[in-house]
């Protein structure tokens, strides 16, 4: 397995819109692998084909309950709203107010080109929504009700606990 680099938001790629997978095969389960061990070195929870430089609709994502490998995913159910907080690992140390369905159904097929359905709601909605967005060239700062540098966050944080 091999680490890729993240592409940061600024890089043209991210504004691209990922294109199908015809083929699973050897070589688009090496770059999932690849994806996985990717998101897990830089603690992330989920990440796109397109982040590491690979217009292909690929997602790995894990939210604590064991790794999702995603290949041509598509939602096909969305209910309700609600908003939250997301960071991503294409921009490192920012968080923004997004708002997102409060639950989801989505289709894929795993690794192995065997159909999946994922009905989700919480982190692994967001997850899903988040990554799935990466593959049509949307970034969450496009729709981010406020972004933030959690780094000032840190600051205020620690001036406060200096009272």
Do not use: F, W
């Amino acid at each position: 397995m091999a680490l890729r680099t993240i592409r940061l938001i600024g890089d043209d790629i991210l504004k691209k819109k990922s294109r199908e997978v015809e083929n699973i095969d050897d070589r688009i389960r090496m770059i999932l692998n690849d994806m996985a061990d990717t998101m897990y070195a830089a603690n992330g929870l989920g990440l796109a084909a397109v982040q590491v430089g690979i217009l292909r609709r690929l997602v790995v994502i894990d939210v604590g309950e064991g790794l999702i490998k995603l290949v041509n995913p598509v939602i096909t159910y969305k209910e309700g709203e609600e908003t939250d907080i997301e960071g991503c690992l294409s921009l490192p140390g920012y968080q923004g107010q997004v708002k997102r369905p409060a639950l989801v159904r989505m289709n894929a097929l795993n690794e192995n080109g065997e159909k999946i359905n994922i009905e989700a709601t919480g982190l692994l909605k967001k997850a899903i929504c988040h990554e799935l967005d990466h593959l049509d060239g949307i970034v969450y700062t496009d729709i981010a009700e406020s972004i933030v540098d959690i780094s000032d966050l840190e600051d205020t944080q620690e001036d406060d606990s200096e009272k």
